[in-house]
């Protein structure tokens, strides 16, 4: 396990998202608007339900978020999808946290169930990734985790078999 906090602000999310806290090719969440998260509250390689690691984080809801005017016109909805992105971009952040190489991308998802919306009088999102499986050889690096994202409380969204890889090519 690298030696890192297991608490992010928004700065040092964002300098995730620069490449400059994993390292050049290494782990790296999206810039804003993409970024999905303002803070990550806890990050483990070792707890969680399965005992192979977490992550809590944590995303402020407010009506001028750039998905709302889009998505739909007088009809403000954040896309599930954008949900979906925040547990992948948290799952392959916990991978590099681990100090692990190389760059994340999704490899796919079990099932996803959409039970709620955000509208924009929500206040927060809580992201909770569980991970079942980390997986690092020679030749793969991957990370398979179940994830539910909670709107004020309220569970909203839930994936199982997340799957995020590192490619060091």
């Not at 300098?15 to 303002?38: H, I, K, S, T, V």
């Not at 793969?140 to 909203?156: F, H, K, Q, S, W």
Request: hydrophobic fraction near 40%; glycine fraction near 12%.
């Amino acid at each position: 396990m690298a030696d890192y906090p297991t608490y992010f602000d928004k700065d040092a999310l964002l300098a995730c998202a620069r490449g400059e806290l994993f390292g050049e090719g290494n782990a790296q969440l999206p810039a804003p608007p993409m970024l999905m998260m303002d803070r990550i509250t806890d990050i483990s390689g070792d707890a969680g339900a399965h005992g192979k690691g977490h992550v809590v984080a944590e995303f402020d809801i407010t009506p001028d978020l750039w998905f709302f005017d889009c998505h739909f016109p007088n009809n403000p909805i954040m896309p599930g999808c954008l949900g979906l992105d925040g547990l992948w971009q948290l799952t392959g952040f916990n991978l590099g946290w681990r100090g692990w190489q190389g760059r994340g991308y999704a490899l796919g998802v079990g099932e996803v169930k959409l039970t709620g919306m955000v509208r924009p009088d929500r206040k927060m999102l809580t992201y909770k990734v569980d991970f079942t499986k980390a997986i690092q050889t020679r030749r793969l690096t991957m990370g398979v985790a179940n994830g539910i994202v909670e709107a004020d409380g309220e569970v909203i969204y839930q994936v199982t078999d997340m799957k995020v890889a590192l490619s060091e090519s």
